[in-house]
């Protein structure tokens, strides 16, 4: 799994990696979007999804703006965040919440679609070096991005 590729003098992850990867995001969804009640537990789970793919993307949009990735992966990786994203925002707009918190897993769908519209746009244009160094910001807000 140690396999790196370099592109314009900088490491990538190999496949094997990548695919590691996605699997394991891809784990983290299902295990917080499991269809039951929101619980605290559940909310704190998917709250961090959200943020994980914000900031993920945040890196992605980064790149972009630097010219350190190439438009097709960038277009495929925008897509497949946007769509994780777009999947935990409907999850969290139709699944039962505790009554306590019901307001919190409401914010956190609208942050989650928010997330996804703003994905679609780096998807839409992933060699816009300008729009995609504004969007690397929102993003790192909306993600809380350290």
């Not at 969804?29 to 704190?44: F, K, M, S």
């Not at 925008?78 to 919190?104: G, W």
């Not at 956190?108 to 160094?133: E, F, G, M, Y």
Request: charged share 25%.
């Amino acid at each position: 799994m140690g396999e790196r590729r370099s592109l314009r003098g900088r490491d990538y992850p190999g496949p094997v990696v990548v695919r590691f990867l996605a699997v394991a995001a891809a784990s983290l969804l299902v295990a917080g979007c499991n269809g039951g009640t929101v619980d605290r537990h559940a909310l704190t789970n998917d709250s961090a999804t959200i943020d994980s793919i914000a900031c993920e993307a945040s890196l992605l949009a980064s790149d972009i703006s630097h010219g350190k990735t190439t438009t097709y992966f960038a277009r495929e990786q925008a897509e497949e965040l946007q769509i994780q994203s777009s999947n935990l925002a409907d999850a969290l707009a139709t699944r039962p919440a505790v009554a306590a918190i019901e307001r919190k897993v409401r914010k956190r769908s609208r942050d989650a679609a928010r997330l996804a519209t703003i994905l679609s746009r780096l998807h839409d244009a992933p060699s816009d070096r300008l729009a995609s160094a504004r969007i690397a910001k929102r993003l790192m807000k909306l993600g809380r991005c350290s």
